[in-house]
């Protein structure tokens, strides 16, 4: 695979052999024509496109542009919620000691941060602050605001300087920033091991970085831990499905997400192919006993989680829960931890007495299209486009490949299919699988607007799908062209070589320059951070 910075040189063959649209851009040739021969057939060309004539290439690494990215979130949800003032959502919001004196900072860090501490993430620092306190809680899976209160308390809590709810805010907010930028890496990693395309693989992470869901990547929600646990699952699936050292991230995406669960999909389907290849019972043997080592000790991870909640919520026992904590469980009819009735929380006396799907019927109103209601028609118009999308492509995909998607990517297929088939097809399968239902299972069960947010930080999809409709069309071939016409007129070479983690923001923002669909793309992406971030910093309805 070479490097994308190795251009074309501009030469008589501009209709070069560049059909394949994920080889056409990285093809690399050396310098074979001369400065003359480039001036005496460019200019007419570059004079035609002004705004080829000064582009450059704009290289960034991915940790910096991953940073710029959150600050920019940063500064719009201060600047909307200096502006505008916050709805009354009538939703939860974490409960306060009214005689707790105030912190110093406290003022300060509400005004710079307040806008991202909004819908799901007062439950989150509810918990890091007092744990699992009332039934409906238990829909937030504990990794994350038990990171939180490990940090906040190891920093002393609750100060003259600071209280302890300011502080485990920031502090949300600065991990996530980290957590996001090691997403960011991650999804680089794996679309280069999936899509065996460097220009391919940059955009994904470009997008990733302005995601649609931007606000919930900064917030004190779950989205960039989970995007980094379970890029780096697949990732290691694929790279190297031996190691025992993928327990690691597969348990934490589990006590991270709900829907962490299928990420033990990659696992099993990756092993399987292993299987399948081997020749040797014994190989065979070792495969599968190391699969059900791995299986074995997720399950105990994720099953002393559930003996947990059971502790907490199955027996009549007294916590010390703070008084202002134990009022506001009153007062709005929440169930409290150790307050076991008759009546109270059913799913104690189930075979499997799992909390979650009881949690989210009984609290959020869950289930099968129950969200299909006329009042919520502009959230589903709001989840349109990721959904389009994935379904859109995803279909493409299987009707390409049918007989491959009919042997569950498992199966060999005859060697002249192989041939017309791409490495990404080849490895796709598994990821499609997973985006597609998760977008389908969003559809039909849950609320609709979380749809979004959910593929957006489960599945490399999106990102994927999104950036074939800049790289798999000759449109944009085209434009890279006069982009690398223009450059060598200027300098009589070709444009910098390209460094490793890095990307490439100059065409991608070549705006003039795209078809329809390219368009839609960058403006579906960039609006919906701008707007959603306003929306969510003043508790309107951006869930």
Known sequence: MTKNSNHQPASKNKNHSHDNSNNGQHNANSKQHSHSASSSKAP????????????????????????????????????????????????????????????????????????????????????SEHGYSYENTLAFFPLFPFI????????????????????????????????FVLAAKALYRLSNLVLGNKKKSELAVILFCFNPSSIFFSAPYTESLYAWLSFTVMAQCIDDINSVFITIPLSLSILCRSNGILNIGFLLFFTARRILSQNSFHNIICIGSKLFSILIIIIFHYGIVQVYYYYLFCFDQKFSFPAHVKDYGMVN???????????????????????????????????????????????FLLALPVIYLILSNSYKYIIENWDYCARLGLFRVNKKQVK???????????????????????????????????????????????????????????????????????????????????????????????????????????????VGTVLFSNFLPWT
């Open 44 to 127: 007419p060309k570059a004079r035609q496109h002004p705004m080829a004539q000064t582009t450059t290439s704009w290289h960034i690494s991915i940790t910096s542009l991953a940073i710029i990215s959150r600050l920019l979130i940063l500064f719009l949800q201060l600047v909307a919620n200096l502006l505008i003032p916050d709805h009354d959502a009538g939703v939860f919001v974490a409960p306060r000691d009214p005689s707790a004196p105030s912190g110093k900072l406290d003022g300060i860090l509400q005004t710079l941060f307040g806008g991202l501490h909004r819908w799901d993430a007062q439950y989150f620092l509810h918990i």
């Open 420 to 530: 017309c088939m791409k490495s990404y097809d080849r490895l796709a399968f598994p990821f499609l699988a997973h985006g597609l239902f998760l977008t389908l299972f969003s559809v039909l069960f849950v609320h609709i607007q979380v749809t979004t947010r959910m593929v957006a930080s489960s599945s490399p999809l999106l990102y994927w799908f999104a950036a074939e409709y800049f790289t798999g069309d000759r449109a944009f071939i085209k434009r890279q062209v006069i982009r690398k016409l223009s450059r060598q007129v200027q300098s009589g070479t070709e444009s910098c070589s390209h460094v490793e983690n890095h990307v490439d923001l100059s065409e991608i923002f070549d705006f003039r320059f795209m078809n329809f669909k390219q368009q839609a793309i960058l403006v579906y992406f960039i609006s919906y951070v701008f």
């Open 148 to 179: 939180i209160k490990i940090m906040t308390t190891s920093l002393g809590g609750t100060t003259e300087i600071v209280s302890y709810r300011e502080l485990s805010l920031v502090l949300a907010i600065l991990l996530n920033q980290v957590f």
């Open 333 to 379: 009819g929440l169930v409290l931890a150790g307050n076991k009735t008759a009546t109270s929380s059913p799913w104690c006396s189930n075979f499997l007495p799992l909390s979650y799907s009881y949690v989210q019927s009984h609290y959020w109103d869950v289930g099968f299209m129950k969200y299909y209601q006329i009042k919520q028609l502009p959230n």
